[in-house]
């Protein structure tokens, strides 16, 4: 394995989480609280802590997140976010609606971890009520075609006016995973292997993930 040439071609597709990060209204924003340790002999030691909901920037969702009765974030299955994925660049025939099945290209067999660049999120600093979301029926395509992780490049798989979740939900039923909050506006198009792990936190809902893309076939599927 070359690693200078991984470096190289290395996709950080994880935007970066700071005070200005917009999360859903009501959310707990991000706050980075620094404290500056000052020893005896003049050595320095930075020493921060943050508070924030666990869904902002690019993340996973955990099962009990959408299911009362599913696993939190510490008990998920790691291989999901570890692999062959395909990045599809895809828009729904009504501007900021939902994407069907009717908008997915054909996807290669085999496939388990797809990303959509939707490019209706310009500006992550700021909110925006609407952004492409995904529908119930178009979960279930992907379920039906092998695909076990379903990423986005907007803050949810959902409107963020739904009330139903009904993507969610198909997620729930279909059992799958789930990434949200990805930076996809720089990628090309194309198969990638993906990393996107999850903090191990216990009884979490979701977690941070610094999610990148490295050239196909670094890792087995």
Not at 14 to 27: I, L, R, T
Not at 48 to 53: A, D, F, G, M
Not at 112 to 137: E, H, K, Y
Not at 188 to 193: I, L, R
Request: proline residues 7%.
């Amino acid at each position: 394995m070359n690693i200078d040439k991984l470096r190289a071609n290395l996709i950080d597709i994880s935007p970066c989480v700071s005070e200005d990060s917009a999360v859903f209204p009501g959310d707990q924003p991000m706050r980075l609280i620094r404290r500056k340790q000052f020893g005896q002999e003049g050595t320095y030691l930075l020493v921060s802590s943050i508070t924030s909901t666990l869904h902002v920037g690019a993340h996973a969702d955990a099962p009990i997140h959408y299911d009362c009765a599913g696993k939190s974030i510490d008990d998920v299955d790691l291989w999901r976010y570890l692999g062959k994925c395909e990045v599809i660049a895809a828009a729904p025939k009504c501007p900021l609606g939902l994407l069907t099945e009717g908008d997915l290209p054909t996807i290669a067999p085999g496939t388990q971890r797809v990303l959509f660049r939707t490019d209706s999120v310009n500006d992550d600093t700021l909110w925006q009520q609407q952004f492409t979301a995904l529908s119930a029926g178009l979960v279930g395509a992907l379920a039906k075609a092998g695909v076990v992780l379903v990423g986005i490049d907007t803050p949810s798989i959902d409107p963020a006016n739904s009330l139903d979740l009904s993507a969610h939900r198909a997620i729930s039923t279909n059992g799958m995973s789930i990434l949200e909050g990805l930076d996809l506006h720089k990628v090309t198009p194309g198969s990638y292997d993906l990393i996107a792990l999850p903090l191990r936190l216990c009884g979490a809902d979701a977690s941070p993930v610094r999610a990148i893309l490295l050239p196909p076939g670094t890792f087995t599927n």
